[in-house]
Nanobody, 126 residues
Framework: QVQLVESGGGLVQAGGSLRLSCACSGCTFSRYAMGWFRQAPGKEREFVAGISRNGVRVNIDYEDSVKGRFTIATDNAKNTVYLQMNSLKPEDTAVYYC?????????????????WGQGTQVTVSS
């Protein structure tokens, strides 16, 4: 049974940084793609970043609006995936969700992920 627990959300001023963590029990990063999604009030859930492994190759993908500001990474020893968020903007305000799916490729479609965390709130003030 895969379980995901996010942490690290909070309130930050525009231009600030936060690091989200997602501890995964039951995951094997060599066989699971990990993704971060977010959902703002009144909006649909959207893909933010994802990481997967296909043998020795690491695949990473970012949604265009976060490229150059957000970084996704894994700590295999801790079974944890991180999302480092820099230069935060008010439009980054959302509930952020960690997700995992048995895949060697990163998929931007939320429906391709089998397990989800409970979400962590990120609020960026202007």
């Amino acid at each position: 049974q895969v379980q995901l627990v996010e942490s690290g959300g909070g309130l930050v001023q525009a231009g600030g940084s936060l690091r989200l963590s997602c501890a995964c029990s039951g995951c094997t990063f060599s066989r699971y793609a990990m993704g971060w999604f977010r959902q703002a009030p009144g909006k649909e859930r959207e893909f933010v970043a994802g990481i997967s492994r296909n043998g020795v190759r690491v695949n990473i993908d970012y949604e265009d609006s976060v490229k150059g500001r957000f970084t996704i990474a894994t700590d295999n020893a801790k079974n944890t995936v991180y999302l480092q968020m820099n230069s935060l903007k008010p439009e980054d305000t959302a509930v952020y969700y960690c997700a995992s799916g048995a895949s060697v490729v990163v998929d931007r479609r939320g429906g391709r992920y089998d397990y989800w965390g409970q979400g962590t709130q990120v609020t960026v003030s202007s």
